[in-house]
């Protein structure tokens, strides 16, 4: 049972947008900052977004991050069918550990 | 560019000590910009932290794993470790060693490939 929840699946055609919620507590995502990763198949995880919504050098601005209260989004916009992958959402907690979401399978149909 | 090398055995005896090096090339392993952290991934499943140490000092653990991890840093020879004592199956997983830099607010920028560990008998 991952600490941080989120759908175990989502879908879109080429071109849509789609989103992938990611919900916490007080203690982690209502209190510190969100990431987002993303995981091609077979491949290490790579950082999509820190700080809630900001992207490192790279990452295409179709991709976004937000945040309000214990809940974090991340979108997706003008999807491709490389964006096919795992997404997991990540904060620390403050109970001095970093958490997880368990995942949200990502298919471009 | 940093990159990450994770090194260690493949396989480990249950009840047995994993220990994992991650070397560091491309850049310094010393600025006190840098934390450098352990996450692990069952086959199938999602991932999981371990820990993170800071080149400022400080070290955070998994709570659930806390009593057998030691991660450490040495700079001299570009290399941080993972030492998790008492290895069950359920240890069993791809694990990653990663970067990050002060102000990524505790995200990995730079991951090492993953290594596979296995615990069986």
């Known amino acids: 049972q991952s600490v941080l929840t989120q759908p175990p699946s989502a879908s879109g055609t080429p071109g849509q947008r789609v989103t992938i919620s990611c919900s916490g507590s007080?203690?982690?995502?209502?209190?510190?900052?969100v990431k987002w990763y993303q995981q091609l198949p077979g491949t290490a995880p790579k950082l999509l977004i820190y700080?809630?919504?900001q992207r490192p050098s790279g990452v295409p601005d179709r991709f976004s991050g937000s945040k309000s209260g214990t809940s974090a989004s991340l979108a997706i916009s003008g999807l491709q069918s490389e964006d096919e992958a795992d997404y997991y959402c990540?904060?620390?907690?403050?109970?001095?550990?970093?958490?997880f979401g368990g995942g949200t399978k990502l298919t471009v149909l | 560019q940093l990159r990450l090398q994770e090194s260690g055995p493949g396989l480990v005896k249950p009840s047995e000590t994993l220990s994992l090096t991650c070397t560091v090339s491309?850049?310094?392993?010393?600025?006190?910009?840098?934390?450098w952290g352990w996450i692990r991934q069952p086959s199938g499943k999602g991932l999981e932290w371990i820990g993170t140490?800071?080149?400022?000092?400080?070290?955070y653990y998994n709570p659930s794993l806390q009593s057998r991890l030691t991660i450490s840093v040495d700079t001299s020879k570009k290399h941080f470790s993972l030492k998790m004592s008492s290895m069950t199956a359920a240890d069993t997983a791809v694990y990653y060693c990663?970067?990050?830099?002060?102000?990524?607010?505790?995200?990995?920028?730079?991951w090492g490939q993953g290594t596979v560990v296995t615990v069986s008998s």
């Open positions: 990663t970067e990050g830099i002060l102000g990524l607010n505790g995200g990995f920028e730079i």
């Open positions: 491309g850049g310094s392993i010393s600025s006190s910009r840098y934390y």
């Open positions: 140490v800071y080149n400022s000092g400080s070290t």
């Open positions: 007080s203690s982690n995502i209502g209190s510190n900052t």
């Open positions: 700080s809630n919504n």
């Open positions: 990540a904060a620390w907690d403050d109970s001095l550990k970093g958490v």
